[in-house]
């Protein structure tokens, strides 16, 4: 796969996992709405570094396996294939609720590092993070690719995140914006559930 293919293929899957929320949604959003717009994005920062970290051991880690063993790439091929159909099956029987996103505003004296630490503890702790990002590589690796393409496909997942995450956190600041955004969460998560599907079959069937 060229190095456009495989943009364009970490855009569909990463923007589609990107938008289902999640626990990194919950927290940068609670983050926003309890102290304010800056500590959503002292936040935000936390979970880009914990994603850094994510990707390293990913990608470069993922790289030497494929580079050595055609049968390890098979079977993380099938994996992957498994767990995206097994996301999205888990996003189509998203339930409805009507309990909105509340928190009390009494307690405003956290620090920035604070923030940021819970936000990179959020992304780090989260347990299907390092299947869904060796997952993700899979379908793009391959012997002998150059380490630039790897730093290149690892900035671009990174440039979704922050994009996607800004957004949250400039939207979801306004609570008012919140709630309507939480009454309408699960047919997202069903719509992205249904485009995770059918990405999973397709690689399981090439």
Known sequence: MNLLDGLLTLTAI??????????????????????????????????????????????????????????????IQIIGGGYLIYLGISGLLSKSTDQALSWSNKDRSITDWQLFKRGLICDLCNPKAPIYYVTLFTFVLSPNMPNAHLAIYGAWIMMIHLIWFSVVVLLLSAPAINRKFNRISHWIDRLLGGAMVAIGIKVLMS
Request: proline share 3%.
């Open 14 to 75: 990463h923007f589609i996992a990107t938008l289902s929320p999640g626990p990194e949604f919950m927290l940068i959003s609670k983050e926003a709405l309890r102290y304010g717009r800056r500590a959503g994005f002292l936040s935000l920062a936390g979970t880009m570094s914990g994603l850094v970290i994510h990707i390293v051991y990913s990608a470069f880690g993922l790289a030497a396996i494929i580079s050595s063993s055609a049968d390890a790439l098979l079977a």
